[in-house]
């Protein structure tokens, strides 16, 4: 939660003297801002904790190598035209991790937007909100600090060459305007590719007055790093550490200075935390104090080989009636099952291969829609029915980040969804599904576990989000598999190996091209329905509890 301002008088309300009340947003469950009044006084409501926009911990550290130059390129083609996200640097892809992720909603709400890219726009509305500064000041980034370059100002120079390819895009983005509104005159044409010769004509002369009068006057980091070399230090105290030098290559980590200071204070665990190590064991432990707000919430943290722990995220999980297998009747027609009181809910849904589906009031689900193995187009009926029941036992879902995109020295974890939106699945398989990708080292795309209600068509393998679907790097866009010597293969059979130390089963299509994979522990054969895509299974017996 965010105070606007304590300094604004129009938003603050005093009721009596130890009763004050101040406007403050704060962000849904959907991230989208809501505004309201609270008390201020400690302990007035208790759902109600005062923080600053830096309270919570958790650091991500970016090597980022892209020059000045390589930077200004990548970031101005983006205002013309969208860069793939293979194209970011480090330093891009976690700046657009924090956007789309904090910004996607109120962007997309106000006057159709695109979704947030690195437009001043954007930066500025992330800054403006704590919950966006908040990560963006967590960011740990290095690289090569401005004060530093050589006499030439090779560095800088580099931004030259980018004015008149600048130029030129938007040269052809107003000749493109042009032609759209039917503006086919010469004169008027030559007279707005004019303007543009000028306006790049000014701001290159103001560059180069940047360059020589405010960005060479300031380059001191080379000078002192070389008196440095020169004249160490001497320490005099026993205890006393040396202090360091300014690296001789210019490169630095930058540190929001607030940010680090909180980090110093010492770190209580008053959440639950599930402890993922690279050997494949998961530990949930729980501490004996949580956290009002953290009631509902679980932390993951991977531990690397030198148990050195790094913090995945946090995240809110349901509780729901557990579901079980009830009824599947293929080629059915929509209207095949009905509501039953005016408690349930029918909808028209567009979530994949699913088109139709009843909340029942009892909390079972039946869902309709596109099911392979029986689907024919030729068929009165092609769509079928599968009825999700329900017992008195309850069962926790989390939904999972649409993205992971998080780099720890040599460990990464990136993974993508594709073609699903069964984004909900079982804590402890999301642990698994981390640990596994931080084995592999690789990016993955998973098609997704199950849907927020624990029901999964077309599958019924997904109930309860007890199973995770990831696709094969070796299968090409012709539908075939690329050979077993290539690195597609090797790259299938290292995360195959990754899943197996954390997941319970492993499945594998029939095709051929699987047998030395079905040869494998804990791998079976899933039949033609997993010839397109792995399918782990989890078990609950894979996490060991610790209490505190």
Not at 25 to 49: F, S, Y
Request: glycine share 6%; net charge negative; hydrophobic share 35%.
């Amino acid at each position: 939660m965010s105070l606007i301002s304590l300094e604004n008088d129009g938003l603050i309300a005093i009721e009596d003297e130890n009763t004050t009340w101040v406007q403050v947003t704060a962000l849904d469950e959907q991230t989208l801002p809501i505004h309201g009044w609270v008390n201020i006084k400690d302990n007035a409501q208790a759902h109600i904790k005062r923080r600053s926009p830096w309270h919570w911990p958790g650091f991500d550290t970016i090597e980022e190598k892209a020059t000045v130059g390589e930077l200004s390129d990548k970031i101005g083609k983006n205002k013309v035209a969208k860069l793939d996200l293979a194209d970011y640097t480090p330093a891009m892809r976690a700046l657009h991790q924090i956007l789309t992720g904090t910004l996607i909603y109120s962007t997309q709400r106000k006057k159709d937007l695109p979704p947030p890219t690195f437009t001043d726009r954007d930066l500025k509305e992330g800054l403006r909100r704590s919950w966006t500064a908040e990560l963006i000041g967590h960011l740990l980034v290095k690289y090569e600090s401005e004060w530093y370059a050589d006499e030439a100002l090779s560095k800088w120079n580099e931004v030259d060459e980018l004015f008149e390819e600048e130029k030129q895009q938007q040269k052809a983005l107003i000749e493109a305007g042009l032609d759209k509104l039917g503006i086919t005159e010469p004169y008027l044409r030559d007279f707005a590719l004019e303007v543009v010769d000028e306006a790049h004509k000014h701001v290159k002369s103001n560059w180069k007055i940047e360059k020589e009068q405010r960005i060479k006057p300031s380059l001191w980091w080379k000078q002192v790093a070389q008196a440095q070399a020169q004249n160490p230090t001497a320490n005099t105290e026993a205890n006393t550490p040396k202090l360091s030098n300014l690296s001789a290559d210019g490169k630095a980590w930058f540190i929001h200075p607030v940010a680090m200071m909180d980090s110093f204070q010492e770190e209580k665990i008053d959440i639950i935390v599930f402890y993922i190590y690279l050997d494949g064991r998961i530990q949930k432990y729980i501490p004996s104090f949580i956290k009002d707000e953290n009631q509902n919430k679980y932390r993951y943290v991977i531990v690397d080989g030198q148990d050195k722990k790094h913090k995945v995220c946090d995240l809110e999980y349901i509780r729901i009636k557990e579901k079980v297998r009830k009824a599947f009747n293929p080629n059915q027609p929509k209207t095949f099952y009905k509501t039953k009181s005016p408690s349930d809910i029918a909808s028209d849904v567009n979530d994949e291969d699913t088109k139709y589906r009843i909340i029942y009031a009892n909390g079972e689900i039946a869902e309709w829609g596109k099911h392979d193995r029986y689907y024919n187009v030729k068929s009165k009926n092609p769509n079928s029915w599968r009825v999700f029941g329900v017992n008195n036992n309850e069962v926790e879902l989390l939904r999972m980040p649409d993205s992971l995109n998080k780099q720890y020295g040599n460990l990464n974890i990136e993974y993508n969804f594709h073609n699903s939106k069964r984004r909900y699945a079982n804590p402890g398989l999301f642990a698994a599904m981390l640990g596994s990708i931080a084995v592999y080292n690789k990016t993955v795309t998973t098609t997704g576990s199950a849907f927020q209600w624990g029901s999964c068509f077309p599958s019924v393998l997904h109930i309860n989000g007890m199973a995770i679907d990831f696709e094969y790097k070796s299968k090409n866009n012709q539908g075939g598999y690329y050979s077993h010597s290539s690195q597609q293969y090797q790259d299938d059979l290292a995360f195959l190996n990754a899943m197996r130390l954390f997941f319970d089963k492993i499945r594998v299509g029939e095709h051929s091209h699987f047998k030395e994979f079905r040869q494998l522990s804990g791998v079976v054969d899933g039949g033609s329905l997993h010839n397109s895509h792995f399918h782990a299974d989890f078990s609950l017996t894979k996490i060991e509890e610790i209490k505190e």
